[in-house]
């Protein structure tokens, strides 16, 4: 077993999304943020890591089965995944991956929240996840999308050791670590669908990504509106996973 390096337990640390078609994907998301991609060889799925500037900034893979949705999956980093599975299943998860290694870089896992938000598990060796930083294509935040925000709270916090705290610029909750926030909780309405992570990816300018969207055959689910931490649009690719952008 490669020996893990150490990084704070509960920040997110990746995000990828699921297509039927990789490469078709890969397309769409280029003509959005820019990304170039390094492609695995075929005994991980040519999965594909998306680079901005060459820095590693998300990932694109299969679909598990043909029947399954495409989404986003954000993962958030564990000190040991294999006790974070059997954590997370103890508070009402459903294990969708069980703990995978990636060789030399980190074992992964996936699960469904009790609201049934599907969220990863990253033990990193020596992939630390995000390399992009505040620059356009990269990630800069996470929220979920919840009918009961105190359960969810609850849910993640004694999972990952966040902590909640009130947003002061709107509603919904904060998850915090250290006092310092790293992801966020939104109430919905109870129908249609179930709770879901959305990534947020920064932007030079949230129009013109949306205009980018429509054209590769996304969608527009909401604005682009200007809020407290910039002009941001949600989103969905042609297959419809969800995602945001934002201009700071």
């Known amino acids: 077993m490669v020996e893990k390096t150490a990084i704070q337990q509960g920040?997110?640390?990746?995000?990828?999304v699921t297509a039927a078609d990789v490469p078709a994907a890969a397309d769409?998301?280029?003509?959005?943020?820019?990304?170039?991609?390094?492609?695995?060889?075929?005994?991980?799925a040519y999965y594909h890591t998306a680079l901005d500037a060459g820095r590693a900034a998300a990932g694109l893979g299969v679909l598990p089965s043909p029947?399954?949705?495409?989404?986003?999956?954000?993962?958030?980093?564990v000190d040991d995944v294999r006790k974070a599975v059997a954590k997370a299943n103890e508070l009402g998860a459903v294990i969708v991956?069980?703990?995978?290694?990636?060789?030399?870089?980190a074992m992964i896992a996936a699960a469904v929240a009790p609201g049934g938000a599907r969220f990863g598990m990253w033990q990193a060796f020596h992939n630390h996840g995000f390399a992009a930083r505040a620059e356009?294509?990269?990630?800069?935040?996470?929220?979920?999308?919840?009918?009961?925000?105190?359960?969810?709270?609850?849910?993640?916090?004694a999972l990952f050791?966040?902590?909640?705290?009130?947003?002061?610029?709107?509603?919904?909750?904060?998850?915090k670590l250290g006092g310092k926030p790293v992801a966020g909780v939104s109430a919905r309405a109870s129908d249609p669908g179930e709770d879901a992570w959305t990534v947020y990816f920064q932007v030079?300018?949230?129009?013109?990504?949306?205009?980018?969207?429509?054209?590769?055959?996304?969608?527009?689910?909401?604005?682009?509106?200007?809020s407290p931490f910039g002009r941001v649009a949600v989103c969905?690719?042609?297959?419809?996973?969800r995602f945001a952008v934002v201009n700071p």
């Open 28 to 44: 769409f998301y280029q003509h959005v943020f820019g990304w170039e991609y390094r492609v695995a060889p075929s005994e991980l």
């Open 161 to 175: 050791g966040f902590e909640g705290a009130a947003r002061e610029s709107g509603p919904g909750q904060l998850l």
């Open 11 to 16: 920040l997110p640390v990746w995000a990828d």
């Open 236 to 241: 969905a690719d042609e297959n419809g996973a």
């Open 204 to 226: 030079h300018d949230a129009d013109a990504a949306v205009a980018a969207v429509q054209a590769g055959g996304g969608d527009v689910l909401s604005g682009p509106t200007d």
């Open 97 to 105: 991956m069980e703990p995978t290694e990636i060789p030399q870089q």
């Open 136 to 157: 356009h294509g990269a990630f800069v935040w996470c929220d979920v999308s919840v009918t009961d925000a105190p359960a969810a709270v609850a849910f993640y916090g």
């Open 67 to 77: 029947d399954s949705p495409a989404d986003w999956t954000v993962y958030f980093a």
